[in-house]
């Protein structure tokens, strides 16, 4: 239960005053995400991304151009347009020591000769340039008088938006919410707190939305410093909080006698490299012990991550018990339950797949051996989760590409089994503070080789003016058998976006190719998408149109061809993803990164580091310093807690203090008991981390 005490942070935006529905249908489109609805608490964390400073307020002689100025002045003309005139209607401002050109463009007359009467004392507030030899003003930011320069903020904070929502309407909202703060108990040690100076919470959030310099609202500001220490802690004591409560419950070990691992082994066609061994002796070894394991595996695009997973599932087979496998998407659902198959049935394994498209007939059938218990290992998408899937006995819960799912929904599938061991794979390799900050409740096993006979991808950069030469050189390769991805960001063309269409490439690729292309993306229904990847499989097809529905996972050995068009749009991560979809089959393959120049500075280092390496460990670093946290991880996609005060880049310091703060904490007060306890829940709830105190409640 969340206390009282912060029901107005968890009001609706749309019950502050001044928020009329119109208002609260933008407020809800810019800032509720996966809430349901804008809240207050939306609005207090939606920080400003730049401050305007207003308060240099010369006389206009002494003005800067190019700056924003505010000026003290009267109006002594007014220069309408003609009745039918498209001209901007001016207004001569001057003060005792010189005159600007007030210019107004498809401007209301009525409002400005409201707003600036003759000889009246007004203060302007804008931008000052020089146009034609005069100084001028465009449609100046304020046009205030005396009651308005009084309340007239000298540092103004601007926000991001959404089409529709004024600054000042945003503004107003913000001010409203900062006045339902409630008064909030400390929840830091202040005896011990190693940052000293530290503005409270709530005169943090003060701080930063009604800044007194511009600098106030910089990561490294007081206030920001702040906030920023709160989100970390919270986000820390939940892992912590977690971690600790799965080693208090008990584990059962799943100590299995090696005779299926042996059979698997005997049956693969490949030695498996050392990292995995190392990673199968350090999960065998979770398995055995009497606690619960939590560990990711995370290995770079084609490192054998599923084998590793396959091992684990048949060790707690040996022991009697049943393995779950969740996937992300259909596809890969579909895949892991073939390769597994593959390898797992000629070892006497029974396997089985779950997703939204089975039949009911077949569902039945299958939710029927699950809970009997004739089926060892089950394959599936978040149908998995449904509470209808009921095992005999589950041990092992595996989850692939870790970050498409959220810590609740990690632990809902070990929760289907008494104490069931949680392994969790990702195919992006994650950076060490990222791996600290999400995943801190977990032990990682690296893979880092790939398998014997992957051959180095040839990468190329190459503009998009040059694409009748890909195409081409395309046409060469599709004769000699050679199988491509081309891989488009959208799906439709977006008249925002100049960017090319999956729909629109496959028409051109199909005048050139004809019947040799196929198409896929995420809005065909899901048969379709199978058929169009089991043609590409077979060669039915030889180059396949996609959008990033192929990034995770997807498996076409024979595919030696990966074209990336607009490649400046994709983020380093993906673009890495991608281009593991080739090079699988020790055939030589390559990568093209069609882009549209000019490039940005971003774009381009994205692009060198392509072409300079293969290893996803060091692209993951790379992508975290060329974009920041969220995006690295996908947060504003997935389950996952994206940062709204922290930015690591600027914070990471701090992480180390809020991780050893949060262990402390647990282990002194690990049921957060007494005053300060009290307070830390409070934390919890405001940063959203409640399945933690929820957790606490289970026991």
């Given amino acids: 239960m969340r206390s009282s005490l912060l029901n107005p942070l968890f009001a609706a935006a749309a019950s502050l005053p001044g928020i009329g529905p119109k208002t609260a249908t933008l407020l809800y489109r810019l800032l509720a995400k996966d809430t349901g609805e804008a809240r207050v608490l939306d609005l207090l964390c939606h920080l400003p991304y730049a401050a305007i400073d207003r308060r240099n307020r010369p006389k206009i002689v002494d003005a800067p151009l190019d700056t924003i100025v505010t000026l003290e002045v009267k109006a002594i003309e007014h220069r309408p347009p003609g009745a039918r005139s498209k001209a901007p209607y001016k207004v001569l401002v001057e003060d005792e020591t010189g005159d600007v050109l007030l210019v107004f463009f498809l401007a209301n007359h009525h409002w400005i000769e409201k707003s600036l009467p003759l000889g009246e004392t007004r203060w302007i507030s804008g931008k000052l340039e020089l146009w034609d030899g005069h100084r001028q003003i465009v449609h100046p930011d304020r046009v205030l008088d005396s009651e308005g320069f009084a309340r007239m903020a000298p540092v103004e904070p601007v926000y991001p938006s959404t089409e529709g929502l004024f600054q000042k309407t945003l503004g107003k909202a913000i001010d409203a919410a900062l006045a339902k703060i409630p008064a909030l108990p400390e929840w830091h040690d202040r005896t011990v707190l190693s940052i000293p100076a530290l503005p409270t919470f709530a005169e943090a959030l003060r701080e930063v939305h009604r800044p007194k310099t511009p600098d106030a609202i910089a990561p490294e500001a007081p206030a920001r410093m ?215 409740d977990m032990d990682v096993s690296n893979l880092r080789e790939k398998p014997a006979g992957r051959e180095r991808i040839e990468t190329r950069a190459l503009p998009v003016e040059r694409m009748s030469e890909l195409i081409a050189r395309l046409k060469r390769a599709i004769a000699d058998g050679a199988r491509a991805f081309w891989v488009c960001p959208l799906v439709e063309e977006s008249e925002a976006l100049d960017v090319a269409a999956a729909e629109e490439r496959f028409l051109h690729l199909q005048e050139v190719f004809g019947d040799e292309v196929g198409l896929v993306h995420g809005k065909m229904k899901s048969r379709d998408k199978d058929a169009a990847m089991a043609a590409f499989a077979q060669g039915t097809t030889q180059i396949l149109v996609a959008t990033t529905v192929i990034e995770v996972g997807v498996d076409i050995p024979q595919a030696s061809i990966m074209v990336i068009e607009h490649a400046e749009r994709f983020g380093l991560a993906q673009l890495h993803q991608l281009r593991g979809r080739v090079g699988r089959a020790g055939a030589k393959s390559s990568c093209v990164l069609l882009y549209r120049a000019p490039l940005g500075e971003a774009a381009k280092a994205r692009i060198a580091i392509m072409r300079e390496t293969e290893d996803g460990f060091r692209i993951a670093e790379e992508d975290l310093c060329l974009r920041g946290e969220g995006e690295v991880l996908g947060t504003r996609q997935s389950g996952l807690p994206g940062f709204r005060f922290a930015d690591l880049s600027a914070h990471g310091p701090l992480l180390t203090l809020a991780r050893d703060e949060a262990r402390k904490i647990v282990e002194e007060n690990p049921r957060l008991e007494g005053a300060r306890g009290e307070a830390l829940r409070l934390l919890l709830n405001i940063f959203e981390r409640g399945e933690a105190i929820r957790l606490l409640e289970a026991g």
């Fill in 226 to 440: 702040r906030l920023a220490f709160d989100e970390l802690l919270a986000s820390q004591l939940a892992l912590a909080l977690m971690r600790a409560k799965i080693r208090r419950s008990p584990g059962r070990a799943s100590q299995g006698d090696g005779h299926i691992r042996e059979k698997i082994a005997a049956a693969l066609p490949f030695a498996l490299t050392p990292s995995q061994k190392a990673a199968m002796a350090e999960i065998g070894a979770d398995l055995g012990a009497p606690t619960r394991m939590l560990r990711i595996l995370q290995g770079d695009v084609g490192s054998g991550k599923t084998i590793v997973a396959l091992f684990a599932m048949a060790a707690v087979v040996e022991a009697g018990r049943q393995a779950a496998l969740m996937a992300p998407t259909e596809i890969l659902a579909r895949q892991h339950h073939q390769t597994l198959a593959m390898f797992g049935e000629a070892a006497g394994l029974r396997l089985a797949l779950l997703t939204g498209r089975d039949t009911a007939a077949l569902r039945g059938k299958t939710l029927a051996r699950l809970a009997e218990g004739t089926i060892d290992i089950v394959i599936g998408t978040h149908a998995l989760f449904q509470e209808s899937v009921v095992f005999r006995d589950l041990g092992l819960a595996v989850v692939d590409e870790q970050h498409r799912f959220g810590v609740h929904q990690r632990l809902a599938l070990g929760d289907k089994g008494v104490a069931a061991d949680i392994l969790v794979m990702t195919a992006t390799p994650i950076p060490r503070t990222l791996v600290l900050t999400y995943f801190g």
